[in-house]
């Protein structure tokens, strides 16, 4: 059971490149979630989904954009890499309701230099 | 946005040494989630509360979801070196998004 994969595992974009992190989940599960782990921090929510088709803000926003075509994959897409985006993003999913944990994947440590 | 004020930041043992850590909150939850997470990889579900006032055990853990429901506590009994890691707490408030600690990095002197 492969749980949530996230690829690839490593990545250095130059500024103003662009790339799309890729996260799929096998476990039919409804919520999807990107977040951002700066050095140091706790994670901050970029971007979630309740279901395919449907997407929504989160705390950290700006500078990403998602798409959820399908109930497994919800790719995060950065258009104008910047400094600051450098950081480690970590894809999770969940089944929907009360009592539902989130499972995390290994996580894409990006670099923008 | 809102984060946990989770202490401490950082924790230096022995090995055979108990572990307490906690995590407080302005707003309630009624949801309260252990993470452990490794280098190099996604953070880990360790021990899941529900309940106000619920004490929860995973082997040598032990979480409680404190009665007012701003606050938690995890505990690690005779702490050994696969402990080494970073142990997030996490809050959550019925079906919404979940708002994070800052972390507790532990660390094993030989």
């Known amino acids: 059971n492969a749980g949530v994969t996230q690829t690839p595992k490593f990545r250095i974009l130059k500024i103003g490149q662009s790339m799309t992190l890729q996260c799929t989940q096998d476990?039919?599960?409804?919520?999807m979630y990107w977040y951002r782990q700066d050095p140091g921090m706790g994670l901050k929510l970029i971007y979630y989904?309740?279901?395919?088709?449907?997407?929504d803000k989160g705390e950290v926003p700006n500078g990403y954009n998602v798409s959820r075509s399908t109930t497994e994959d919800f790719p995060l897409r950065l258009e104008l890499a910047a400094p600051s985006q450098t950081s480690v993003y970590f894809c999770?999913?969940?089944?929907?309701?009360?009592?539902?944990?989130?499972?995390f994947g290994d996580g894409t440590r990006l670099s923008i230099l | 946005g809102q984060q946990l004020n989770q202490s401490p930041q950082s924790m230096f043992i022995q090995e055979g040494e108990d572990v307490s850590m906690n995590c407080t909150s302005s707003?309630?939850?009624?949801?309260w989630l252990w993470y452990k997470q490794d280098p190099g990889e996604g953070p880990v579900l360790l021990i899941a509360l529900y309940k106000a006032g619920e004490l929860t055990s995973n082997g040598r853990l032990t979480a409680q979801f404190g009665i007012t429901r701003k606050d938690s506590f995890l505990n690690i009994s005779a702490s050994i070196p696969s402990d080494v890691g970073i142990y997030f707490c996490?809050?959550?408030?019925?079906?919404?998004?979940?708002?994070f600690g800052t972390g507790t990095r532990l660390t094993i002197i030989p």
């Open positions: 989904s309740v279901g395919a088709g449907i997407t």
């Open positions: 476990m039919n599960h409804n919520y």
């Open positions: 999770a999913s969940r089944r929907q309701g009360f009592n539902q944990p989130q499972h």
């Open positions: 996490a809050g959550q408030w019925f079906d919404e998004k979940l708002t």
């Open positions: 707003s309630i939850f009624n949801t």
